[in-house]
């Protein structure tokens, strides 16, 4: 046989090892997160509800959803161990401390208070009328016209 008509399957046996070892690779990550929860980590199941897990078994976790609700799941159901930052800003909407070095939303602090200063006072100096003006002369209808 001749090597280019075996080309074609030595290219679709290589794609087909590659997909299957991403899959094998994404499946241990989802593993591995799952097996780090422990009781008081927040968690988000596969259908987007968000708790708090209670107790960890060997194929189940127990969540607790709020006050009195207390819910068995597959660990399999399991999408995402969140940090407990994450889970406060999601669940609670309390955002962690911010450090001191955060960038203002605005630019205020980045112009000098002199500039600023000035800019100020031409600003008052120029006022701009944007009202309507008065209209001393009648309004032109259809057909007339400034020429004489």
Known sequence: MDILTLFPFIILIGAMFLMTRSAKKKQQQAAEM?????????????????????????????LDAGPGVELLFAKNSIG?????????????????????DVVPDDAS???????????????????????????????????ESDAK
Do not use: C, F, W
Not at 44 to 61: F, H, L, N, P
Not at 128 to 133: A, E, N, Q, R, S
């Open 34 to 62: 799952r097996n780090q929860m422990q009781p008081g980590t927040g968690v988000r199941t596969i259908g987007g509800m968000y708790a708090t897990v209670k107790e960890v078994s060997d194929e189940t976790v127990l």
């Open 80 to 100: 995402a161990v969140l940090t407990d930052d994450e889970y406060n800003r999601i669940v609670h909407g309390i955002e962690a401390e911010l450090k001191d």
């Open 109 to 143: 602090s980045l112009t000098d208070e002199d500039a600023d200063a000035d800019t100020r006072a031409v600003a008052d100096e120029q006022v701009v009328d944007l009202g309507k003006k008065a209209e001393d002369e009648p309004r032109k209808t259809d057909g």
